[in-house]
């Protein structure tokens, strides 16, 4: 047997009690918030796709400064979009339309998830699963900051991007903000968004599995995935009940 390790007074150290993640965050009493019912952004719960957004009626809080809201402009090549690939295929997901509902739960090779925070403007794609199993993903309507540490380790890691909502040429770093908190429907964990890890309810210390994805320009994007698919915005694509 060995031995707990004793002071020069020959007493055993008091045991050091480890802080939770969550209350090492701001604010440190996220875990005693709750889901806020009928909050005014709603996830994507039933994503559409087509080749383009040329023929749609897209409301103007989805299209790019430069465009000219006409239904055969389409979606403008100067528009930034988080883009994934699976098994030869590929999809686009403009950031003017997480901007404004900040979740799409996707699924394309497996579930999937397309997260952003629109206040400091941080992406993460993620397999859609929770404890094995696939679930939705919610917007909870509560913001956490994590530390500054975890921010900076997430995005170093590649788990995390920097994406601003018009630009794709001058991406911007991760922001250290007020971040999105997530939660699953699952077990109705809160998920740091930026992180990708649970920090309250059954699932705290979990993370969830990075996927690839890439940040550029649609008509990039499209150049290089000619048979891409595109997110069309709500009401063509289904939002979550408030």
Known sequence: MTARPTTDAGTTPPTVEAVPLAETGIPAEICETEVVEGFSIREIVDPAFDTDWTGYDIDPQYTHPGESGDREAGLADEAVVVGH????RARAYPVSVLWHHE?????FGGPLIVTYCSICRTGVVAERRVDGEPTRFGVSGQLWKPPDRYIT???KAGKAFGADRWNA???PRVIDGANLVMYDERTRSFWSQAIAEAICGPMTGTRLSIVPSTLTSWGEWRATHPETAVLLPPPHSSVGLP
């Open 85 to 88: 690939e699976h098994d030869g």
């Open 103 to 107: 979740i799409v739960n996707d699924t």
């Open 153 to 155: 380790a997430s995005a």
């Open 169 to 171: 040429s001058d991406l």
